[in-house]
């Protein structure tokens, strides 16, 4: 199943399945395009918790090591934007990069998951480009200006059951419709049941919260006007569009 959060074209908010027809409620279908409804993030997270290469061609491109522990920042939930959303950029920086990212959806308030019994907790995936401003992340230390700026977190378009996301399922970039990274889960590093394992040793996660499980190598600058599209088999594709501000 493929958990969707929209706007109806009452202004409710309301939590359809997405499916092949379109976005079912009840007896009432929408096409995801409809412009009486709006798309809304799947899930409203109290923090985001990324993960910082965990692509050993994504290390190599960025001329750092392979970590011998999950690298761990966080992103607030300032941060979120929705599929078809445009995100301003921040203004005057000389390069804003995308990051395809799977995210891991929380499903339970949880703390010190062991990792044989990490999927237990785990509601679903979903599509997260982590927009990063590179001109203050690379001089800052707890990169709060290169990570955490508003809507720097598009999500989307749904939630998607772990029976729908294969364990190599692939990921995607692709800007104005030219592809720029092409990668899949089975490259992680460290794996899901790692990743949880370790975070909920040193924090309790809450339901609707995000693990952001780091970007293969291809990651580049958005430009004024361009468009982009995430996909992540098994979820969707999430799109948005940017602009300078």
């Given at each position: 199943?493929?958990?969707?959060?929209?706007?109806?074209?009452?202004?409710?908010?309301?939590?359809?399945?997405?499916?092949?027809?379109?976005?079912?409620?009840?007896s009432d279908?929408?096409?995801?395009?409809?412009?009486?409804?709006?798309?809304?993030?799947?899930?409203?997270?109290?923090?985001?918790?990324?993960?910082?290469?965990?692509?050993?061609?994504?290390?190599?491109?960025?001329?750092?090591?392979?970590?011998?522990?999950?690298?761990?920042?966080?992103?607030?939930?300032?941060?979120?934007?929705?599929?078809?959303?445009?995100?301003?950029?921040?203004?005057?920086?000389?390069?804003?990069?995308?990051?395809?990212?799977?995210?891991?959806?929380?499903?339970?308030?949880?703390?010190?998951?062991?990792?044989?019994?990490?999927?237990?907790?785990?509601?679903?995936?979903?599509?997260?480009?982590?927009?990063?401003?590179?001109?203050?992340?690379?001089?800052?230390?707890?990169?709060?200006?290169?990570?955490?700026?508003?809507?720097?977190?598009?999500?989307?378009?749904?939630?998607?059951?772990?029976?729908?996301?294969?364990?190599?399922?692939?990921?995607?970039?692709?800007?104005?419709?030219?592809?720029?990274?092409?990668s899949s889960?089975?490259?992680?590093?460290?794996?899901?049941?790692?990743?949880?394992?370790?975070?909920?040793?040193?924090?309790?996660?809450?339901?609707?919260?995000?693990?952001?499980t780091g970007?293969?190598?291809?990651?580049?600058?958005?430009?004024?006007?361009?468009?982009?599209?995430?996909?992540?088999?098994?979820?969707?594709?999430?799109?948005?569009?940017?602009?300078?501000?």
């Amino acid at each position: 199943m493929r958990r969707v959060r929209f706007r109806d074209p009452a202004g409710t908010v309301r939590q359809g399945e997405w499916t092949d027809d379109g976005i079912i409620f009840g007896s009432d279908t929408y096409e995801p395009t409809d412009e009486a409804i709006d798309v809304l993030a799947p899930t409203e997270p109290s923090k985001i918790v990324c993960v910082g290469l965990n692509y050993a061609d994504h290390a190599a491109e960025s001329n750092m090591e392979i970590p011998d522990r999950p690298l761990l920042f966080l992103k607030p939930p300032n941060t979120l934007s929705s599929h078809g959303d445009t995100v301003t950029l921040p203004a005057g920086k000389e390069r804003v990069d995308f990051e395809a990212e799977i995210a891991i959806v929380i499903g339970e308030q949880c703390r010190d998951v062991d990792a044989e019994d990490a999927m237990s907790v785990v509601e679903g995936f979903t599509c997260l480009n982590d927009i990063s401003n590179r001109d203050d992340q690379e001089i800052e230390q707890n990169w709060i200006r290169g990570k955490a700026f508003d809507n720097s977190a598009p999500v989307g378009p749904v939630v998607a059951t772990p029976d729908e996301v294969p364990e190599d399922a692939s990921v995607e970039l692709r800007v104005n419709g030219e592809t720029r990274q092409s990668s899949s889960r089975s490259e992680w590093i460290f794996s899901l049941p790692e990743l949880i394992e370790e975070i909920t040793t040193y924090m309790t996660l809450e339901p609707g919260d995000l693990i952001s499980t780091g970007t293969p190598a291809g990651v580049g600058p958005l430009e004024d006007g361009d468009t982009v599209e995430l996909e992540v088999e098994g979820v969707g594709t999430l799109e948005h569009s940017v602009r300078e501000a």
